[in-house]
Structures are given as C-alpha cells and as structure tokens.
C-alpha cells in the first residue's frame, strides 16, 4: 500500500521523536516501505550560520544529518533508512522532500492544540492541505 514513507521530524523532539519513529517502523514492517527521515531547518537558523561562514552552514546541516542518521539507529526497524535535511519554511521542506522520494505517505506528529494553532494553522495542518500523498498525523 506505500511504498516509500517520509518520516518528518524533529530531532530534538524526546519522546515525541521515539514515538513517531516507533510508528513508522511498524508501517515499514507492514508494508515493506522505503523510509526517509527528514528535518526541516528554517531559514531564519541557516541565515544565523551564514553570517559567520559557508562552512559554518555546512557544518550545520551534517550536524543535523548525523543526528538524524544517530535517532534512525536507536529504533529497530528504521536504522536502514535515508536521513534528508532542507531549509526553508518548515511545511515547504516536508513537501519537497516528500516529491524527491516519490513518498506515497508522509509520516509526522502534531502537538496538541493550542490558541496560537487556531491563528496561524500547524505545519501538520498545512502539510496536510497542500500534499499531493497520504498523510498520517500522530498526535502528541
């Protein structure tokens, strides 16, 4: 039923993290599906980086793919998977990293809701709208 899953998460999530990748190796399990994890790193923090050097902004994103490859090998059952990292707005980064795999399921958790979730919308609620793939929300 899928066949490559997009994982989008945050590294420096916890327990969040542990339980969002609990699921997807049970999805992988189920369906024999591709996972890739992804972190979105906003603008805003590259831009930080590049003030100092190009390296720096290198530097950043091995860091936060290492991290991700680091996570991946603490669950059984996701420790095969690719690790992405983008930049950019948050929902944006998901999407395109969903299309650059061909990911027929895009994999993330929301928090529960909050005031501010009603003014200015979640990033699970807006990958949700604009995906052209299955999304599955884990709440929080």
């Given at each position: ?104 399921l895009i994999l993330l ?32």
């Amino acid at each position: 039923m899928f066949s490559s899953i997009l994982v989008a998460i945050d590294p420096d999530a916890g327990a969040e993290a542990t339980k969002l990748l609990a699921v997807a190796a049970e999805l992988r399990r189920t369906f024999g599906s591709a996972l890739t994890l992804a972190t979105v790193m906003p603008d805003w923090s590259v831009m930080l980086r590049a003030q100092r050097s190009p390296v720096a902004v290198r530097q950043f994103f091995e860091i936060a793919e290492a991290r991700l490859a680091a996570l991946a090998h603490s669950v059984a059952g996701v420790d095969e998977a690719q690790c992405r990292v983008e930049s950019g707005f948050v929902y944006r980064g998901i999407l395109n990293a969903a299309a650059s795999v061909s990911a027929d399921l895009i994999l993330l958790s929301s928090p529960a809701p909050r005031w501010q979730n009603g003014l200015f919308g979640t990033t699970a609620s807006r990958v949700a709208r604009q995906s052209s793939c299955s999304v599955f929300v884990i709440r929080d």
